[in-house]
């Protein structure tokens, strides 16, 4: 009964190569998140679908590109992985009529490491 | 440019004590201020909130409050209890849409020594 799930939870992989990463919420929220927190920390948004429309989309390289095949999934895709892109990949959902509505859930996060 | 700032990387506090954890923030068109707790290899999960219309808002032993003129926020946790020993993140969020662009500090680490 996971409410966000995320698949992989380990990414261990080369410079250069092509991965994606899954993120499924059962919550029926209509907003999902992709967030990535760095070596330091901090927890910074990358990406945000409503009902399958981009509405967020913050300063990151073109190799990132999110996908979001129906409401409960948001995929995210990296292209041409460098090391600097090593780091947890969140996903998060909200729901719009919710309150309070800004609260978003969260999954167990991608641990992603380019070799 | 950090808009939301936790200046104490790490509190360290004895059980049955208070916890005192802040955040000060940058932008006064925040109107929504979250906590978020996380344990070690979890992703955050949401522990209170309040609205810039409010001072306090209270939730069990976890009371969040809201300093406006100063932008500062504080949770407090009391009693603490062991189980509390996570990181904490303030966030906060400018309103006006639907869409939360949270904004994050860079968390604060609770330990809780029994």
């Known amino acids: 009964d996971t409410a966000v799930s995320q698949t992989p939870k380990y990414l261990v992989t080369q410079m250069g190569n092509d991965k994606s990463i899954k993120c499924e919420q059962n919550?029926?929220?209509?907003?999902m998140y992709w967030y990535k927190q760095d070596s330091k920390k901090f927890l910074k948004i990358m990406f945000s679908?409503?009902?399958?429309?981009?509405?967020i989309n913050e300063t990151v390289p073109n190799r990132f590109s999110p996908k979001s095949p129906d409401k409960a999934h948001l995929n995210l895709h990296i292209n041409s992985l460098e090391l600097g892109d090593s780091a947890v990949y969140f996903c998060a959902s909200s729901g719009d009529r919710e309150w309070p509505q800004e609260t978003q859930y969260f999954g167990p996060g991608t641990r992603l490491l380019v070799l | 440019d950090q808009q939301v700032k936790q200046n104490s990387p790490s509190l360290s506090v004895q059980e049955g004590r208070i916890s005192i954890l802040n955040c000060d923030y940058t932008?006064?068109?925040?109107?929504?201020f979250l906590w978020y707790k996380k344990y070690p290899a979890e992703g955050p999960t949401f522990l209170i909130s309040?609205?810039?219309?409010?001072d306090k808002n209270e939730d069990g032993r976890f009371t969040v409050f809201l300093n406006k003129s100063a932008k500062h926020l504080s949770l407090h946790i009391v009693p603490s209890q062991p189980g509390d020993s996570a990181v904490y993140f303030c966030?906060?969020?400018?309103?006006?849409?639907?869409?939360?662009?949270?904004?994050f500090g860079q968390g604060t680490i609770l330990t809780v020594h029994p």
């Open positions: 919550l029926g929220h209509d907003t």
């Open positions: 966030a906060s969020y400018p309103g006006g849409t639907s869409y939360g662009k949270l904004t």
């Open positions: 679908y409503n009902n399958k429309e981009l509405i």
């Open positions: 309040i609205s810039s219309i409010k």
């Open positions: 932008n006064s068109m925040f109107d929504y």
